[in-house]
């Protein structure tokens, strides 16, 4: 079974620290995402990664930044964590090759609380 | 007005009902429609998807798809408890660099 594997499921953290969210995914996909999800919103992109060290701008990557050194793992950075980005962050990934399907494989998600 | 339009409920009903989730859409250049469902404290996993216009039929679950109206819906036959969740629809143009476009799920609860 792929897994993708999110290391902190609940922080909490304070307003202007530097948060780390990181994601594995065992499966040796190519592709990889960051997703917020909000009540009444459903989920948006911030980021995603289509290969070692690239990475595209998603609908909403202000705040963010991310991290792509190896194959298998995608890091969210927030640079100044800010109450506004108290959210549930999901990790994706896909396998090239199933573009038409769209079956991302998501981690179980991390809930981070702003203070 | 958002790209994806989905009621986000709660939509309770009583156990063996059939269930119809429903969302509409305004790009009609979308190709590729997928249902996700997403247990509380978990990722999304795939459903179903389908390509174009029809009906496609997984088991107790079937996914249609009506590009003219730009409506698709999900339905659930013999609805269990274990289908309590949120289900997201999400759809996508060929060539999108899979950005998927997401509705805002409809949680539904199934009583038993």
């Known amino acids: 079974d792929v897994k993708v594997t999110q290391s902190s499921r609940y922080l909490v953290k304070r307003t202007g620290e530097k948060v780390f969210l990181e994601c594995v995914q065992d499966?040796?996909?190519?592709?990889m995402f960051w997703y917020r999800q909000d009540p009444g919103l459903g989920l948006r992109l911030i980021y995603f990664?289509?290969?070692?060290?690239?990475?595209e701008k998603g609908d909403i990557p202000e705040g963010y930044s991310v991290s792509r050194e190896k194959k298998e793992r995608f890091s969210l950075i927030l640079e100044s964590a800010s109450t506004n980005q108290t959210s549930m962050y999901l990790c994706?990934?896909?396998?090239?090759?199933?573009?038409?399907?769209?079956?991302?494989?998501f981690g179980e998600g991390s809930r981070l609380t702003v203070l | 007005q958002k790209e994806v339009e989905q009621d986000p409920g709660p939509l309770s009903v009583p156990e063996g009902a059939i269930v119809s989730l429903n969302c509409t859409y305004s790009?009609?250049?979308?190709?590729?429609f997928m249902w996700y469902r997403q247990y509380s404290r978990k990722g999304p996993e795939l459903l179903m998807y389908?390509?174009s216009s029809g009906n496609k039929e997984d088991g107790r679950f079937t996914a249609q798809v009506d590009k003219s109206s730009k409506y698709i819906s999900l339905f659930i036959r013999d609805s269990q408890p274990s289908d309590s969740a949120t289900y997201l629809c999400?759809?996508?143009?060929?060539?999108?660099?899979?950005?998927?476009?997401w509705g805002a799920g409809t949680k539904l609860i199934i009583k038993p």
């Open positions: 999400a759809m996508n143009l060929i060539y999108s660099n899979y950005q998927l476009i």
């Open positions: 790009n009609s250049a979308f190709q590729y």
């Open positions: 389908t390509y």
């Open positions: 499966m040796d996909h190519e592709n």
């Open positions: 990664s289509y290969d070692v060290k690239m990475k």
């Open positions: 994706a990934s896909i396998p090239r090759l199933a573009v038409n399907t769209g079956e991302l494989f």
